[in-house]
């Protein structure tokens, strides 16, 4: 309820696509942040690479459990 009422008031008031106060210019897209963006790729990858494996063992543990392995 407080969200939809900060989210109204930002929209009438015009600021919901403004820029922050804080920033003090434009991010260059032209030479990116390499760190961070391998931190993200990284990141991204390492949490596949668990959904995959914990899926992996709940398949092996589906099987041994209904007797098909």
Do not use: C
């Not at 939809?4 to 009438?12: K, S």
């Not at 942040?33 to 959904?51: C, D, E, I, K, Q």
């Not at 589906?62 to 392995?69: H, I, S």
């Amino acid at each position: 309820m407080i969200f939809n009422r900060f989210l109204i008031r930002a929209v009438l008031d015009g600021k919901a696509g403004s820029r922050s106060v804080f920033t003090s210019s434009k991010p260059d897209t032209a030479n990116p942040n390499w760190l961070r963006v391998g931190l993200a790729f990284g990141t991204s990858a390492l949490l596949w690479g668990l959904l995959f494996k914990q899926h992996s063992t709940d398949v092996h543990e589906y099987k041994v459990r209904n007797g098909l392995e």
